[in-house]
């Protein structure tokens, strides 16, 4: 009888590691999944504001674009903006609405837009080049940049290109 009962309590014993040993495992799987889940949903919210602001710097060039086919080169268009000064671009109130654009830079839904002109220069052969090249007025680098905050760090989308004077 005494041989029976020790079985029992062994039995009940080796259960009890059993239980433990599983719940550990349990625990650590559930762990695992709960911290993919948590890395999922931080790279989707970022992915999400990364389009968001990658659509509003192609819409600033959109904007510029409108606002160069709307004005005068050099009367009142691109080609009397001061280069490297900080802009963004507004609606007027006429109508139909235009483009124009504004000194300072815009915040909108926690993005934050500018917009800044540079002057371009080209070589002999009428290429693009960064410098020893003669400066063309009919052409102007445009530079988009949208700024936000993610998870207590700046992040920054820049969009370049080159708006020329077509009506010349």
């Known amino acids: 009888m005494f041989l029976i ?10 259960a009890v590691i059993e239980i433990l ?5 349990i625990t650590t ?3 695992a999944v709960l911290s993919l ?12 504001e990364t389009t968001q602001a990658k659509n509003i710097a192609e819409g600033i060039i959109e904007q510029v674009r409108n606002f160069r086919d709307g004005t005068v080169w050099n009367t009142d268009g691109l080609g ?3 280069t490297g000064i900080i802009y ?13 654009i504004v000194v300072g ?14 002057e371009v220069q080209r070589d002999g052969d009428n290429n693009i080049v960064e410098s020893e090249g003669t ?15 993610i998870s207590g760090q700046t992040r920054q989308i820049e969009i370049i290109t080159f708006l020329t004077n077509w009506r010349q």
Do not use: M, Y
């Not at 009962?5 to 080796?14: L, R, V, Y």
């Not at 963004?88 to 006429?94: A, I, P, V």
């Open 5 to 14: 009962q020790w079985k029992d309590n062994n039995k009940k014993g080796i």
């Open 21 to 25: 040993i599983i719940t550990v495992i």
């Open 29 to 31: 799987a559930l762990t």
């Open 37 to 48: 889940i948590a890395f999922s949903l931080r790279t989707s919210v970022l992915i999400k």
């Open 80 to 82: 009397i903006l001061t």
């Open 88 to 100: 963004h671009s507004e609606k007027t109130t006429d109508t139909p609405p235009q483009w124009q």
């Open 105 to 118: 830079e815009e915040t909108i839904d926690g993005f934050t837009r500018k917009v800044v002109f540079g």
């Open 135 to 149: 400066v063309d007025s009919d052409t102007k680098k445009i530079t988009a940049s949208v700024f936000w905050q």
